[in-house]
Structures are given as structure tokens and as C-alpha cells.
């Protein structure tokens, strides 16, 4: 006895339409996160600071001091909403040294009002840290890292807007 399969139409059409329902009804997810390379976004908070921009250096996108002193840098992040934010921090896996970064928010007229994570990245090799800071209207975050020594450097940082 020979079985064939009788092609519904109907049912293919009907099939499809859910499908697209389906589709269409999950709404478009923005993408909620942001990220820089260090290279592009440092800033030098050093007493001369043209001294020090002038030994600073690229490797893979990464910001990395050649000075033969450490150095301070930050790094400002465009924040669209209040509340909440996480920011990744990758430190470079060359050189020797570790060096604190922590997460400082700050008013529409540069003063700090929150005080966020504090974390020390580890003497050698690449790893990510996590900060956490918090952000009124108009507010914006900085992410600090202090004395950064010769051969370290920052190599990304992701957050949340």
C-alpha cells in the first residue's frame, strides 16, 4: 500500500503567518552596551601632564605607559540613564605592576557625588574587573586609575549606558 503526503496549502500559509506573529510581536532589543578602546578615550591627571603624553603609547588598542614614572589615567563614559551601571575595565597583559582603577560619578558641575568600586588590577598578565557607580539625571562617570606603572596600561572598557 503506497502512502502519499497531500500538500495543504492552507496549513503552510497558516504556518508562516504564525511564525511572522511571533516574530513581530518580540520587540527590537537596543543594544544596551557601549565600549571604547583605552587608546581612544584616556586622559592623562598628572601635574604635567604634556610630559606625560608624550611617553604614553599604543598596543593593540590598549593605552600603555612608557614613561619612567607611573602615571594617572581616566577615562570618560557617555551615560544615557540614571541609575545603576556596571563598567568592565580590561587592563594590558604586558609589564609588571599593579595599579588601582575605581568608578567616580560626577555632577553637571565636575563635583564628585558618588564614590564607586574600587579595584586593584594584579602585577601581571590580563584580566577584567568589574566597577559599579551610581548616576542621577545630568550626572556622568569617570573611571580612574591611578599610578599606572611603566609597561601597564588599559586595554578596554565596556559599561552600560
Not at 497531500?6 to 508562516?16: A, E, P, Q
Request: charged residues 10%; aromatic residues 14%.
Amino acid at each position: 500500500m503506497k502512502t502519499t503526503m497531500k500538500f495543504n496549502r492552507n496549513s503552510l500559509i497558516l504556518r508562516i503567518c504564525a511564525a511572522l506573529t511571533v516574530l513581530t510581536a518580540v520587540p527590537a532589543v537596543p543594544g544596551y552596551a557601549r565600549s571604547t578602546i583605552g587608546i581612544n578615550s584616556f586622559h592623562v591627571l598628572d601635574k604635567n601632564p604634556g610630559n606625560s603624553y608624550s611617553c604614553l603609547y599604543e598596543n593593540w588598542a590598549a593605552v600603555v605607559n612608557g614613561c619612567n614614572h607611573p602615571v594617572s589615567l581616566t577615562f570618560d563614559l557617555p551615560i544615557d540613564n540614571v541609575g545603576w551601571h556596571e563598567i568592565d575595565v580590561v587592563n594590558s597583559p604586558w609589564g609588571y605592576g599593579s595599579f588601582e582603577c575605581q568608578a567616580i560619578t560626577f555632577d553637571p558641575h565636575g563635583n564628585a557625588v558618588y564614590y564607586g568600586t574600587e579595584a586593584t588590577f594584579n602585577p601581571s598578565g590580563q584580566e577584567t574587573l568589574k566597577f559599579y557607580t551610581f548616576v542621577s539625571p545630568a550626572d556622568s562617570i569617570t573611571i580612574y586609575c591611578w599610578n599606572v606603572p611603566n609597561g601597564r596600561g588599559v586595554t578596554s572598557l565596556n559599561w552600560t549606558p
